[in-house]
């Protein structure tokens, strides 16, 4: 997966007081959060819940690409100006990485029949989780953090996944 907003590991452009790079990984944070929260809603009862359930995960992710490409070119434009086509590609390539955190996920639900896990999602939901705290992280080391602070980055990243999953463990699912 590429970084946050689709492009590559390097640094972004300088930090707002002109000093050092930025990092940007907020869409595979966050579309991995996304995924979490699909997988935890999910209680799929159909004849083929892995199907419906990865279909939901990509779906979920595109939809929520989109409305951010909309939201950004929508509510960033200058005034009296309209939106170009390069435009809206690089806000869609910059928001790309909201669909790529499902792929991780979406292809835990495909093989976790052959690792034992059955049709459950929790194998999924498990990933979902990871993939956040490992993004988030990675987003503090790329940014130079202090190890405390890529600790913090984590373990906060990692709260907000159990309160995922005690979400799902509390409806039943």
């Known amino acids: 997966m590429t970084t946050s907003r689709g492009h590559t590991d390097a640094p972004r452009e300088p930090a707002p007081d002109g000093t050092g790079n930025r990092t940007d990984y907020t869409g595979a944070v966050y579309g991995s959060m996304l995924a979490a929260s699909v997988i935890a809603a999910s209680d799929l009862h159909e004849p083929h819940p892995r199907l ?3 279909l939901l995960l990509v779906v979920t992710g595109l939809v929520f690409w989109a409305a951010h490409v909309y939201a950004q070119v929508a509510g960033e434009r200058e005034a009296g100006r309209p939106v170009t086509r390069s435009q809206v590609r690089e806000v869609g390539r910059h928001e790309w990485p909201l669909v790529e955190a499902s792929a991780l996920p979406a292809l835990a639900v495909l093989v976790s029949p052959w690792l034992g896990a059955g049709e459950n999602a929790w194998l999924a ?3 979902a989780v990871a993939q956040q705290v490992v993004w988030a992280t990675l987003g503090a080391r790329r940014a130079s953090a202090s190890s405390g602070q890529m600790a913090a980055e984590g373990a906060v990243n990692l ?3 159990l309160v995922i999953v005690a979400a799902k ?3 039943g699912h």
């Open 159 to 161: 709260l907000l996944g």
């Open 125 to 127: 939901l498990a990933v």
């Open 169 to 171: 463990v509390a409806v």
């Open 52 to 54: 419906s359930l990865i």
